[in-house]
C-alpha cells in the first residue's frame, strides 16, 4: 500500500507562489510515475504535471512555465512550486502514484488552492 499526505493549500493572490507538497509512505520514486492532478467545480479532474520514476517532467499547456514539479528521494516528498498563480488555477490539488508496473493509482485526499484577490 501507499499512502500519499498532501500540504501547503490555501488563498493566495493573483499573481502569487504556493508551494505543494505530497510526502509519500515509502520510497517508491523507482518504480511510480508520480503527478499531479486538479479538479475545479463543474470541471474534470485535469492531470497538472508529471513526474515520471526515470525524472523525466511533462505539464498541462495551461501551467507551462509557471508550476514546476520536483522531486526529493531521500525525503519521499514530490512538490508542486505554483508561480503567477491565475484565479483558472482554483481546484482541488490532488497528489497521484500510478506504479509503472503494477498500473495501480494512490491518491492523496486533496488540498484546496484558491486563487483570488
Known amino acids: 500500500q501507499v499512502q500519499l499526505v498532501e500540504s501547503g493549500g490555501g488563498l493566495v493572490q493573483p499573481g502569487g507562489s504556493l508551494r505543494l507538497s505530497c510526502a509519500v509512505s515509502?520510497?517508491?520514486?523507482?518504480?511510480?510515475?508520480m503527478g499531479w492532478y486538479r479538479q475545479a467545480p463543474g470541471k474534470q479532474r485535469e492531470l497538472v504535471a508529471v513526474?515520471?520514476?526515470?525524472?523525466?517532467?511533462n505539464y498541462a499547456d495551461s501551467v507551462k512555465g509557471r508550476f514546476t514539479i520536483s522531486r526529493d528521494n531521500a525525503k519521499n516528498t514530490v512538490a508542486l512550486q505554483m508561480n503567477s498563480l491565475k484565479p483558472e488555477d482554483t481546484a482541488v490539488y490532488y497528489c497521484?502514484?500510478?506504479?509503472?508496473?503494477?498500473?495501480?493509482?494512490?491518491w492523496g485526499q486533496g488540498t484546496q488552492v484558491t486563487v483570488s484577490s
Open positions: 497521484n502514484a500510478r506504479g509503472v508496473i503494477t498500473g495501480n493509482n494512490y
Open positions: 515509502r520510497n517508491i520514486f523507482s518504480i511510480y510515475n
Open positions: 513526474i515520471t520514476s526515470s525524472g523525466n517532467t
